[in-house]
């Protein structure tokens, strides 16, 4: 009788044969972005600084009020229901979004405001009329290239922190209940930017 002799290299050379065969038939899975951590933890805007900011932004029914990090959602909330405007709120978080469209459900606005889950630096702000910001100097300073690309006469408020290299149009103060006094700025576009 023949006996067949398998040695031990045939069997891994058809172990990897197989594994490469399986490999190439399974299909792909879906490359998943690992989810982008916020730049900034959030800390919500008193209220008395939101009026001030909206009001020092001149918002009027027909602008389109972006909010670069809108935590709670306060701000769009806030735009939509005194003014009547459209507002867009947009998050990294999970959490702020849930929040956020808590929010708007429990005010009502749903006709008028939209919650994204989107990084702020990936944005298009073409379609925005004013930008409200509560973030840090140098992520505001960030915006910039962002900015630049916006229609003439956007305006652009930011609590708390200014712009590197950017004069600001107008820097109220704002007294609350609770909190102090508050820094409010406002820019419009196209900025001024400052020469070295
Ligand atoms: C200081 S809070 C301001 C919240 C709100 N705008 C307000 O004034 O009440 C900053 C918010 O920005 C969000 N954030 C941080 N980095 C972000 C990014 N790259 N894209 C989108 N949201 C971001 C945080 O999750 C947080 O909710």
């Not at 792909?28 to 932004?57: G, H, N, R, S, W």
């Not at 009502?108 to 925005?128: G, P």
Request: charge should be positive; glycine fraction near 6%; aromatic fraction near 6%.
């Amino acid at each position: 009788m023949t006996r067949i002799r398998i040695r031990p290299a045939t069997v891994l050379a058809g172990l990897v044969l197989v594994a490469g065969l399986a490999a190439l038939l399974t299909p792909a899975a879906p490359v998943v972005a690992e989810d982008k951590k916020p730049d900034i933890f959030y800390v919500p805007t008193p209220q008395e600084v939101v009026e001030k900011m909206l009001e020092l932004a001149e918002v009027k029914k027909d602008d389109v009020v972006y909010d670069l990090g809108c935590g709670d959602g306060r701000i769009v909330v806030t735009a939509a229901k005194k003014y009547g405007c459209k507002a867009w709120g947009f998050d990294v978080d999970p959490a702020r979004i849930k929040d956020s469209l808590e929010n708007v459900k429990t005010n009502k606005v749903e006709d008028l405001v939209t919650i994204e889950k989107k990084d702020i630096f990936t944005l298009d702000l073409s379609k925005a009329n004013v930008i409200t910001l509560y973030l840090l100097r140098d992520l505001n300073t960030r915006l910039i290239p962002q900015i630049d690309k916006m229609k003439a006469g956007c305006r652009i408020v930011s609590h708390a922190f200014d712009m590197e290299g950017v004069t600001p149009d107008k820097e109220v103060k704002v007294e609350t209940k609770g909190s102090g006094t508050k820094t409010v700025y406002l820019w419009t576009t196209p900025l001024k930017k400052k020469k070295d």
